[in-house]
Nanobody, 125 residues
Framework: QEDVVESGGGLVQPGGSLTLSCAASGSAFDGYAMGWFRQAPGKEREGSSCITSSGGRAWYIDSVKDRFALTRDNAKKSLYLQMNRLKPEDTAMYYC??????????????????WGQGTQVTVSS
C-alpha cells in the first residue's frame, strides 16, 4: 500500500482546467502542511502551493497565484489542487508532499519520505 497517491493529471489545452487529487495515509498526511510540487523535464523541482494542516491558509508562488486553488479534506486525508487558466509552462509532473512556506517560495519538509509517483500534467494545443 502506497502512502501517497496522486491522480487527476492529463492533457489539456492552454486556458483549460484540471483538478489534481492526492490520497494519503495518516502518517503521510496528519499534522503536516501539505502542498504540490512540480518538476518539468530539465528543470529543478518547484513548490507551487502549500496549505496549513488545518486547511485555514494557503500559499502560492507568484506564477500560479489567482489561477490555482489548494484545498484539503482532513477526514479523507486528501489534498486537491484546482488548476485554472493553465499555461504551457505549467506542464510538469506534479507531486504532493509535506511543505513549508517561505517568502517567495515553497519547500518540502526535511526528511519527509512519503513521495508518491506523481501525476503528469501536459498543457498543449
Amino acid at each position: 500500500q502506497e502512502d501517497v497517491v496522486e491522480s487527476g493529471g492529463g492533457l489539456v489545452q492552454p486556458g483549460g482546467s484540471l483538478t489534481l487529487s492526492c490520497a494519503a495515509s495518516g502518517s503521510a498526511f496528519d499534522g503536516y502542511a501539505m502542498g504540490w510540487f512540480r518538476q518539468a523535464p530539465g528543470k529543478e523541482r518547484e513548490g507551487s502551493s502549500c496549505i496549513t494542516s488545518s486547511g485555514g491558509r494557503a500559499w502560492y508562488i507568484d506564477s500560479v497565484k489567482d489561477r490555482f486553488a489548494l484545498t484539503r479534506d482532513n477526514a479523507k486525508k486528501s489534498l486537491y489542487l484546482q488548476m485554472n487558466r493553465l499555461k504551457p509552462e505549467d506542464t510538469a509532473m506534479y507531486y504532493c508532499a509535506a511543505c513549508s512556506s517561505l517568502p517567495g517560495y515553497i519547500i518540502p519538509v526535511k526528511d519527509y519520505h512519503y513521495w508518491g509517483q506523481g501525476t503528469q500534467v501536459t498543457v498543449s494545443s
